[in-house]
């Protein structure tokens, strides 16, 4: 009988090797540091997120903001140093959402290496959401049926569907529809309008109709038989949506793998957060410092996902594109098969 990836021979006598990624995202730039230990485990030592909002101001012109720019470069410069100091060896940063769209993206990858001595990777829709299902999937059960991932940012959204026994298998796309974006351009007020709520659901549910029936058509290209369907996301507003649902002043990710979300509950939230002005949001349980004024828009597009789909719940995992480029480089840099379900697993913190 044939193995899975994860039970492949794997040099058992490797030394300890210590990788680094970086997430530059729309909203957050991210970074975790992890040290391999015994060939197949991963332990993270270090993780860090700064709210950079690299997306601000971006439209109408589709440029990045020079404000945003610099934000951004700090923290980028500081990881750099983190990174030196802590002895990692293989690095992997990834560009994403905003980034893909800039009319001045070469200028600012030009200058986080300038910065920081990192040369950060412009990945393509595709390339984030394999490297997202691929950190997504090493820190779930195994899933029956079809699993439907999305990983929701600040300025796009990507899905992928995979199946657990067909894992060479994988569909992707995206779409330019994010928290930041949809904060920025509708709900501007304190609180936002009821008109204005309106308008930003309506512009969420036209801009992911065409994208959920084209998911809808590779879950049936997939198994044509009508699976079971696992929607499980990822990212900044669903895990801060998670950490809201279990009341957590003190984030702990491992709290959150796994953790069933319910369409009802949601919808509650939205009406919650709607009729809140910044102030109040601020102070509800679990909701990150630096992200009152876009959760209702992430929210509201997870809201309308579910929907979109039919489905009643959802599973939510901190894990995604951050640890994907982690173990993505720690595969290439140990000359190991690309496969998304990695072979390398992660050391999981209890309590």
């Known amino acids: 009988?044939?193995?899975?990836?994860?039970?492949?021979?794997?040099?058992?006598?490797?030394?300890?090797?210590?990788?680094?990624?970086i997430d530059l995202g729309s909203h957050t730039t991210r970074l975790l540091v992890g040290e391999l230990k015994g060939g197949r485990v991963m332990e993270p030592l270090h993780?860090?997120?700064?709210?950079?909002?690299?997306?601000?101001?971006?439209?109408?012109?589709q440029s990045l903001k020079e404000p945003a720019m610099e934000r951004s470069l700090r923290v980028l410069e500081e990881y750099a140093r983190v990174l030196k100091t802590m002895r990692t060896g293989t690095i992997a940063c990834g560009a994403t959402g905003v980034l893909r769209r800039a009319r001045n993206k070469?200028?600012?990858?030009?200058?986080?290496?300038?910065?920081?001595?990192?040369?950060?990777?412009?990945?393509?829709?595709?390339?984030?959401?394999?490297?997202s299902a691929k950190g997504v999937l090493s820190v779930l059960p195994p899933c029956s049926g079809v699993v439907v991932l999305f990983d929701l940012g600040g300025s796009s959204t990507e899905f992928t569907v995979v199946h657990p026994l067909q894992h060479q298998k994988v569909s992707c796309t995206s779409v330019f529809?994010?928290?930041?974006?949809?904060?920025?351009?509708?709900?501007?007020?304190d609180p936002p309008g009821k008109d204005s709520l309106n308008q930003?659901?309506?512009?969420?549910?036209s801009t992911l109709k065409p994208t959920l029936e084209r998911v809808v058509r590779n879950i049936h290209d997939l198994s044509p038989s009508s699976p079971p369907i696992t929607l499980v996301g990822t990212a900044g507003t669903v895990t801060t949506l998670a950490a809201m649902?279990?009341?957590?002043?003190?984030?702990?990710?491992?709290?959150?793998?796994?953790l069933t979300l319910e369409r009802d509950w949601i919808?509650?939230?939205v009406e919650e957060l709607a009729s809140s002005t910044l102030e109040q949001r601020r102070r509800m349980a679990g909701l990150e410092k630096g992200r009152e004024d876009i959760i209702l828009g992430g929210a509201l597009v997870v809201q309308k996902i579910l929907e979109g789909l039919h489905l009643d719940r959802m599973v939510v995992t901190d894990a995604g594109l951050l640890e994907g480029l982690l173990l993505d480089g720690a595969q290439r840099a140990l000359e190991l098969p690309e496969t998304l379900l990695s072979p390398l697993t992660w050391h999981t913190q209890k309590g």
């Open 1 to 21: 009988m044939s193995r899975t990836h994860r039970e492949m021979d794997l040099p058992r006598s490797t030394p300890s090797l210590r990788f680094g990624a």
């Open 47 to 61: 993780g860090d997120r700064r709210v950079t909002r690299l997306a601000q101001g971006f439209h109408p012109d």
């Open 106 to 131: 070469e200028e600012f990858l030009h200058r986080a290496h300038q910065a920081s001595g990192i040369s950060p990777r412009l990945l393509s829709e595709q390339d984030e959401a394999l490297l």
């Open 177 to 189: 529809l994010g928290a930041a974006t949809t904060t920025e351009r509708f709900l501007q007020e």
């Open 200 to 205: 930003a659901a309506a512009h969420i549910i």
């Open 245 to 258: 649902k279990l009341k957590m002043t003190d984030y702990r990710a491992h709290r959150v793998n796994g």
């Open 267 to 269: 919808a509650q939230q």
